[in-house]
Nanobody, 122 residues
Framework: QVQLVESGGGLVQAGGSLRLSCAVSGSIGTINVMGWYRQAPGKQRELVATITKGGSTRYADSVSAKGRFTISRGSAKNTVSLQMNSLKVEDSADYYC??????????????WGQGTQVTVSS
């Protein structure tokens, strides 16, 4: 069974930094895209950043992530991190790791982690 476990959330003051990590376990085929999403109370879940198996990254303009956040994959390729700098109060949300894979049965699937809470105080 595939599991995604996020860590690194917490409480930080505005302007501070946090590093989120997501570790993937279980039998999976090919990881095509790893990404971070977030959901604030009363709002829809939104994209923060993604990274492909080839290393291409994408940052959501809507969260002003580019320049503040950096997504990266671990050397083992089954971990993904999100370095968040210059955090703002509006970055407060539950952050979720998402995996898009082509499984051993050649089907494309998505997997989500359970989320980690980030709270930025003013």
């Amino acid at each position: 069974q595939v599991q995604l476990v996020e860590s690194g959330g917490g409480l930080v003051q505005a302007g501070g930094s946090l590093r989120l990590s997501c570790a993937v376990s279980g039998s999976i085929g090919t990881i095509n895209v790893m990404g971070w999403y977030r959901q604030a109370p009363g709002k829809q879940r939104e994209l923060v950043a993604t990274i492909t198996k080839g290393g291409s990254t994408r940052y959501a303009d809507s969260v002003s992530a580019k320049g503040r956040f950096t997504i990266s994959r671990g050397s083992a390729k089954n971990t993904v991190s999100l370095q968040m700098n210059s955090l703002k109060v509006e970055d407060s949300a539950d952050y979720y790791c998402k995996l898009e894979v082509t499984d051993w049965d050649t089907r494309d699937r998505s997997y989500w982690g359970q989320g980690t809470q980030v709270t930025v105080s003013s």
